[in-house]
């Protein structure tokens, strides 16, 4: 059934609209549409035990079949919807978005949009595929990894798999011009902290930004204990006894991280407080998963399903007003109310609806 909502006035052409005619879009809270994930696949090539661990996603776990998840064309009509909307920035994650065929293929389908386009990667396949993304019009890549320790590495990946490669995929990126890289460190306590400082001083003066993330309650496999968090004040106070460090305003509203420069040069690094310092007033991410579900909060329960509507026939017009109505209705501020209890409660995995 269609929803009822407020409708939009259409500019009728499917071009890349800058955002639609009433003016921004913008959900209870007066937050607007800006930041667009989308998962290209639920499936991940690592078993990170804070994400994937491997005694839930084993050999018996049903991922998505192929016909479930959406096409590169499917996924290309709806982020021009989404442009259409306000959305300035898109950024294609998973699961691994590397391990889905042709990726390069969807980059280029998004690059007439005229929006940034970013790729979220664990870094295992990208010394392979950084020259096709960066032809294709991939502007920037985020690399996730949690430490440089071989050994303390492999353990959190749990596939085994070698820093040194992960380092090679961002070599590649760089040389592929897809700078500045943001390299994504999940703190555990007890896991990987000790390799905070190692991490901060190895991409110290290169140009790429290291970003320090808490550990979050995402999905309901992780084993969440507010006891694993390293709160980011903690983080850049022994950062700083090291290098001196000072704050840095935000690029741009709603930037996840916070920024800190060193003051001797050396660059930046950034930390992301989901859980201690919540960001949700300035939130303005809407999250598309593998098989075209829209979730309005990383910590969503549920989500709206667009992909009936796409395969059910829908015009563009009639999507538009369906993903604005979605939005329109948003309330979510999870890591506002963020409870012990909470963290309990069933939400969608972070692997299913994109990181
Ligand atoms: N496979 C890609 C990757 O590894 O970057 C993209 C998807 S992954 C879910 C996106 C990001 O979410 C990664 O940087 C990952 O470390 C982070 N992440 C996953 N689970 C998390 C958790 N429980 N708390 C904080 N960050 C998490």
Not at 144 to 166: E, Y
Not at 264 to 287: H, K, L, P, W, Y
Request: charged share 25%.
């Amino acid at each position: 059934m269609v929803t009822k909502v407020i409708p939009i006035r259409m500019s009728g052409s499917r071009a890349a609209a800058p955002a639609f005619a009433g003016g921004p879009l913008a959900d209870t809270r007066a937050r607007p549409m800006r930041d667009l994930r989308i998962s290209v696949t639920d499936r991940c090539n690592f078993r990170c035990t804070y994400c994937m661990p491997r005694e839930v996603f084993d050999s018996s776990y049903k991922f998505l079949p192929h016909e479930a998840i959406l096409s590169f064309e499917e996924i290309a009509r709806l982020a021009r919807i989404f442009v259409g909307l306000g959305v300035e920035k898109i950024r294609l994650t998973g699961g691994e978005p590397l391990v889905r065929r042709d990726v390069h293929r969807l980059v280029s389908m998004l690059h007439d949009l005229n929006v940034e386009i970013t790729l979220t990667t664990n870094g295992s396949l990208l010394a392979k595929q950084a020259q096709a993304l960066a032809r294709a019009g991939l502007n920037r890549v985020t690399v996730s990894l949690d430490s440089l320790d071989d050994a303390t590495f492999r353990a959190m990946n749990d596939a085994d798999f070698p820093v040194a490669k992960v380092i090679e995929g961002i070599d590649a990126a760089s040389a592929a011009g897809l700078d500045p890289i943001k390299i994504n460190m999940v703190v555990k306590r007890g896991v990987n902290d000790q390799g905070i400082l190692a991490m901060a001083e190895r991409w110290r003066g290169t140009g790429h930004i290291v970003r320090f993330i808490e550990f979050m309650d995402v999905g309901s496999t992780n084993g969440w204990r507010m006891d694993d968090v390293v709160p980011s004040a903690e983080v850049v106070r022994r950062i700083s006894e090291r290098w001196k460090v000072e704050p840095v305003g935000a690029n741009y509203a709603g930037e996840v991280a916070e920024r800190w420069r060193y003051v001797d040069g050396g660059g930046e690094i950034g930390v992301i407080s989901s859980v201690t310092q919540a960001f949700c007033a300035t939130c303005n991410r809407m999250r598309l998963s593998t098989e075209g579900s829209l979730y309005t909060c990383l910590f969503a329960q549920s989500g709206f399903d667009l992909k009936s509507l796409l395969r059910g026939g829908a015009s563009d017009d009639e999507m538009r007003n369906e993903i604005a109505a979605v939005w329109q209705k948003r309330e979510d501020r999870y890591s506002e109310v963020r409870t012990a209890e909470t963290a309990k409660a069933k939400k969608v995995e972070m692997s299913y609806i994109g990181g």
